[in-house]
């Protein structure tokens, strides 16, 4: 993937994914700018890349408001010129049970995932339109925002938001030739590592052994860099195509998630759907088509 003369923004970007993302779009030739809440890591990020030839410059700003996101743009364009890629990145966890989730736990998961995703796209959008160039938005889900998760109520109702803007921007900013599109990763980062049935694969990635098969093709589970290609390719001349799709990757696993549709339908006569006639019809006609709720996972092999 050739992306040399593009610039593009990482947000959370000094760790994790966001810095596998970030290191990837600088391999193709992108000048990135670097995002975090912290400076140190922020600059560590940078040199990570300037040092391995890539161009690279840090915004130490938290991404949730206008004001943060008219900064990254500000400072992409004037250290590099212009704007060609946006990667929606940056998010925090607070999670607990909703009969202990405070206020303040749900608006800090929400203002960042949810929040930041809107601010720095509609900045971003605005810039790539007045360039009128085409353009590439990347957005970030997670399986939790799909299918949701025990104790993530704050996360789960973020993420499903993330991947519902996307679809909408795919429509709205097609004319412009700006490709919207959501990745929904699962590596070894700071939010896995306290996922019981996965810290054993964060462990052992950490002690640089291989993964076994089953946690890279049936968990789908890997390290940040197995998850960062599908960003490069979607920035890419090669996903020109490409837009409003949810694209999920991790380990040695690449998948494409479907849009929610109709599972079942019946129709009435002209009389509506009085609650005794639901009851007595659902059983037969709709019981066996419910969905499962959380992540269906296979039993790990003996």
């Known amino acids: 993937m050739d992306l040399s003369g593009r610039v593009a923004i990482v947000t959370g970007s000094g760790r994790g994914l966001g810095l596998a993302y970030a290191t990837e779009l600088a391999r193709a030739g992108a000048a990135v700018v670097i995002n975090d809440v912290d400076a140190q890591v922020a600059e560590s990020a940078v040199r990570t890349i300037t040092e391995s030839g890539g161009a690279a410059v840090a915004e130490v700003v938290p991404v949730g408001t206008g004001e943060a996101a008219q900064a990254l743009v500000d400072r992409a364009v004037a250290e590099f010129g212009r704007l060609d890629i946006l990667v929606n990145n940056a998010g925090i966890l607070r999670d607990t049970t909703l009969w202990k989730m405070t206020d303040e736990q749900f608006d800090a998961v929400v203002t960042t995932h949810l929040r930041g995703t809107f601010t720095c796209t509609r900045a971003a959008a605005i810039r790539l339109r007045e360039q009128d160039a085409g353009g590439r938005i990347i957005c970030i889900g997670s399986p939790t925002g799909q299918v949701g998760n025990f104790g993530q109520t704050n996360y789960a109702a973020a993420k499903a938001g993330i991947v519902g803007m996307v679809r909408t921007w795919a429509m709205e900013l097609a ?8 990745i929904v990763p699962v590596a070894a980062t700071a939010m896995t590592e ?47 195509r490409i837009t409003g799709q949810v ?7 690449l998948t494409l998630w479907s849009h929610p549709s109709e599972v079942a339908i019946e129709l009435a006569d002209g009389t509506g759907w009085p609650a005794d006639t639901i009851a007595r019809i659902w059983p037969e006609r709709f019981a066996s088509a419910q969905q499962p709720v959380g992540q269906q996972l296979p039993e790990p092999p003996q």
Do not use: Q, W
């Not at 002690?207 to 946690?215: M, R, V």
């Not at 789908?220 to 390719?233: E, H, I, L, N, R």
């Not at 694209?247 to 696993?253: C, P």
């Open 175 to 182: 004319r412009a030739r700006i490709t919207v599109n959501a």
């Open 194 to 240: 306290t996922v019981p049935f996965l810290k054993p694969y964060v462990d052992a990635l950490a002690a640089g052994e291989p993964l076994p098969p089953f946690a890279r093709r049936e968990l789908g589970f890997g390290s940040p860099a197995d998850a960062a290609g599908v960003v490069a390719f979607l920035a890419s001349d090669a996903a020109a």
């Open 247 to 253: 694209i999920g990757i991790g380990g040695d696993r």
